[in-house]
């Protein structure tokens, strides 16, 4: 190949993360979404005792918070819900839903807070205000009609945000009503990890925990955005840093956040250019090529104990751990040993002395965490990724070790926690027998819908009605043309929501519009002042209280909504105190510890210490609960190779000013991309072998042999430095290319990161 490209790619962002880049976005932001004095006085109390747990992502929050426990892009989450700007019935009755259809989301969450129960006209094509009784008893006479019909045509979706409070009474009105349908935006995220941990460690969730940080000698980073996702992340990867830990990154991107930061909180830093560096190996892996890439490093390492044991020398491998607490070795071992160094390389596109200094770096650390996101979850062979690295770790005993662990990074704000109060499609993972014994009631048993199932019935008809506890489901799942066009056939849609989106302006034949208190918003019941709780990433429950007055007095809180919508469509049960809960949060923190007391022992006691309440974790302390009572090997499975080099691998990414399908503005400036988001990163070899140039307009279309046309016209070419064979887009505007089948093994969790696609000119 010419090493000679026609066009050089993108200048790299020239800043480090954090730093005044960050403090001017931040400004900018403020200014922006109105409301600066509000938000800046809530700003001080986000992550603090007494304030509010941030409602951007889910990284734990330390007992000693930073003097500003917060990032750029939790003080934007901030900024967002405490807008000034308004979407009153007045802007209903200027916009039908056929013209809001055609805005854009930056437009649509633009038009401000909900402030008024809105249901929806068809004569007019518009939503029009109602009382909140007359939303309530016509969403509880629709509900019990489906529910006379069949109670499992119903699908109740969580977005991941809504308190653990509001989420159990959620799950009990699921449950109540007749069904399992609790997908939630995990199954489109972390549900890799849901699956995979399980059966190799024993728990659904990761070991880590904030002062591991402060122990560990290596740090293993995949396909995780830490600069834009969990930036506060960057404290503990700093501190780690100064420590002099090596940490190895695999992402096919470059992504700023991971080559260097610099501590907006440490004036020193700010005014010198005394950035850390953080990635000590960044390895540009292939998306999707994860698996090949921990394969070569696992087999490096039995390869090297094999040797040494040979010689007589020092073992590689914790060999006591694995006699001790594993199974599964000796086959893995082999299915290592047979690997193939060049199979290796063609599939992470790495070579192989790169992956053999990784694998030493692995070897002379004592304590490793292994951290990661969406570049692991979303794909085909998800849950074999995540095996993988747990793998990876339990060679060397790096799990249930301080300074060692597996850090799956979440998403939404609860979303970990929203599990742990019942909110899955699972019934084998709801303490049904339980909920049966306190409320009085038989539960259903039958597996409900997870995400990719829900979207197959609103496609084949047999879902009829959607309730929705937040999200933007037809932007955020996949497939989301081919959805859009069925959603209108549902009998009922009702969304609990603070800002317009998509999704809202697609209405099933009956739908409602129910706007809701925001977490940082003050929410006064019977009882007084409430506080909720949430879970952060590390399973630390945390209490949260609003600080902020309600954006307009009509607001209703998720808790009270809830149980006003189960009281208006299940017949009484008088042993679920649906009021009594709404007037005290604190009793329903009674009924989640009543549910399940291991975990939630002396909840309404504990979860306002600092740090946290930690929820146990029984792989931290060496405790298998696999059902070999061992921590398990697993050998991954072959990869599917794609021979056919027109075929490119799309991975879908979020830029520096969105969170999820909320779009805070069309930059991104940690990639160099100003004032739009249709655009497409291209390797400057594959622009070439397509004759497309820097800034000419692509057409992508999805390879998937399933009968259904799936293309995007006008994406704008941006050459960039990823490996050859792969390209970027954002998400969710690449969702139509997304296939629903084109899910996870075992988890269902689309396969956002690895979409098959061919690339022409949009001219030619
Ligand atoms: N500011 C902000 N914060 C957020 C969110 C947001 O939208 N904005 N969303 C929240 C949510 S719900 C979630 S789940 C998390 C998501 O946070 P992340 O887990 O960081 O998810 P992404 O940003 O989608 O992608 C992560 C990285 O994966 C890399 N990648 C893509 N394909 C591969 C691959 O095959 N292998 C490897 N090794 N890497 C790959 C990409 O280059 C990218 O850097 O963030 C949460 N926090
Ligand atoms: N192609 C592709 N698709 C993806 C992904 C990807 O990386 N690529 N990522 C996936 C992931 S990881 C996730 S988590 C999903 C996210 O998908 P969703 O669950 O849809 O989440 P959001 O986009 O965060 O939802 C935004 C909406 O939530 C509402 N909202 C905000 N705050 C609140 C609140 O406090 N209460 C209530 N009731 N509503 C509120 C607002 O109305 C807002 O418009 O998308 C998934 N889809
Ligand atoms: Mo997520």
Redesign the pocket.
């Known amino acids: 190949m010419n090493a000679k490209t026609p066009t050089s790619p993108v200048p790299p962002y020239p800043h480090p993360a954090g730093g005044w880049g960050s403090v001017k976005a931040l400004g900018i932001s403020l200014m922006r979404d109105g409301a600066p004095l509000a938000t800046a006085s809530a700003l001080r109390k986000q992550n603090k005792p007494g304030g509010f747990a941030c409602v ?2 889910a990284w734990a929050k330390p007992a000693k918070p930073h003097l500003a426990e917060f990032c750029e ?1 939790g003080a934007k989450a901030t900024a967002w819900e405490l807008t000034d700007k308004r979407a009153t019935p007045e802007f209903f009755a200027r916009h039908s839903l056929a013209e809001l259809r055609g805005w854009s989301e930056l437009e649509l969450e633009g038009a401000g807070r909900l402030t008024e129960p809105l249901r929806y006209d068809a004569d007019s094509d518009r939503y029009l205000p109602v009382s909140w009784d007359e939303a309530i008893a016509g969403i509880g006479r629709a509900l019990a009609a489906q529910r006379a019909a069949d109670p499992r045509a119903t699908v109740f979706y969580a977005s ?1 945000r809504a308190s653990l409070e509001a989420s159990y009474m959620y799950q009990l009105l699921a449950r109540l009503y007749g069904n399992n349908n609790l997908p939630d ?1 995990s199954n489109m ?1 972390h549900e890799s990890t849901s699956v995979a941990l399980p059966e190799t460690i024993g728990v659904p969730v990761g070991t880590v925990r904030l002062d591991d940080f402060e122990q560990t000698d290596a740090i293993f980073f ?4 830490v600069g ?3 930036p506060r992340m960057l404290h503990q990867l700093q501190e780690a840093r100064q420590r002099g830990v090596p940490i190895v990154t ?4 470059k ?1 700023v956040g991971l080559v260097h930061f610099a501590n907006p909180q440490s004036p020193a830093q700010m005014l010198t250019p005394g950035e850390t560096t953080i990635s000590t190996q960044y390895l540009q ?1 292939r ?4 698996l090949a890439a921990l394969t070569g490093l696992c087999k490096w390492l039995i390869e090297a104990d094999d040797i040494a044991q040979a010689r007589g020398g020092a073992r590689v491998l914790d060999a006591a751990f694995i006699a001790e607490h594993t199974q599964g070795f000796g086959a893995f071992a082999q299915a290592m040993r047979a690997a193939d160094w060049s199979a290796i390389e063609r599939g992470s596109g790495l070579p192989r002395d790169a992956l053999e200094r990784a694998a030493k770096t692995y070897a002379h650390a004592t304590a490793v965490l292994g951290i990661y ?4 979850t979303q ?1 085909r062979e998800g849950v074999a990724n995540v095996q993988m690295l747990s793998n990876l770790l339990l060679l060397r005993g790096n799990i249930g070790r301080p300074g060692a662990g597996i850090c799956p ?1 979440r ?2 704000s609860n979303v970990q926690g929203q599990r742990s109060v019942g909110i899955t499609e699972k019934p084998e993972l709801a303490p049904l027998d339980r909920l049966a014994e306190l409320y009085a009631f038989e539960p259903p048993r039958e597996r409900g819908r997870d995400t990719v199932a829900t979207c197959e019935g609103v496609i084949d008809g047999s879902v009829r009605a959607f309730v929705g506890l937040g999200g933007n489901f037809l932007r955020a799942a996949p497939d989301s043309q081919r959805l859009a066009a069925a959603w209108a056939g549902l009998d009922l849609t009702v969304h609990v929501a603070t800002r317009l989106n998509f999704t809202h302006v697609v209405p099933g034949r009956e739908s409602y519009l129910l706007p809701c208190l925001g977490r940082i918003e003050i929410d006064q019941q019977a009882g007084g002042a409430q506080t909720v709780a949430v879970e952060d990433s590390t399973g630390c429950f945390h209490a949260s209280d609003g600080v902020a007055e309600p954006a307009v007095p009509t607001l209703r809180s998720e808790a009270a909504i809830v149980a006003a919508i189960a009281q208006a469509c299940l017949p009484p049960n008088p042993r679920v105190p649906w009021n009594d809960w709404v007037a005290d949060y604190a009793k329903v923190r009674d009924a989640i510890e009543a549910t399940w007391p291991d975990v939630f022992q002396g909840f309404n006691q504990r979860f306002r210490d600092p740090g946290g309440l930690p929820k146990p974790n029984a792989a931290r302390e060496r405790r298998w609960e696999t059902d070999s009572g061992k921590a398990q090997f697993i050998v991954p499975p072959p990869t599917e190779h794609e021979s056919d080099p027109s075929v490119l691998r799309l ?1 879908t ?2 830029s ?1 000013d ?3 399908t909320s779009i805070y503005s069309l930059d991104d400036r940690f990639r160099n991309v100003w004032g739009t988001r249709r655009v497409l990163f291209m390797h400057p070899h594959d622009m070439r072998a397509r004759g497309l140039a820097e800034g000419d307009m692509a057409h992508v279309t999805t390879v998937a042999h399933d009968g259904h046309r799936r293309e995007l016209a006008g994406l704008r070419v941006v050459p960039y430095d990823l490996p050859r064979g792969s390209v970027g887009g954002y ?1 969710p505007e690449c969702n139509p290319l997304l296939p629903l089948q084109h899910h996870a093994h075992g988890s269902h969790v689309p396969a956002a ?2 979409i098959p696609v061919r690339v022409k000119s949009a001219v030619a």
């Open positions: 951007g992502c892009n991941g935006s995220c995949f396909g995780q955005n834009v996702s969990s695999f992402n096919p991107l992504e892996v998306n999707g090529g994860d996101g969406m570049g692991l794909h990074v998403g939404h991975m990414l979020r520096d969105q969170f999820n998400f990161k690895n």
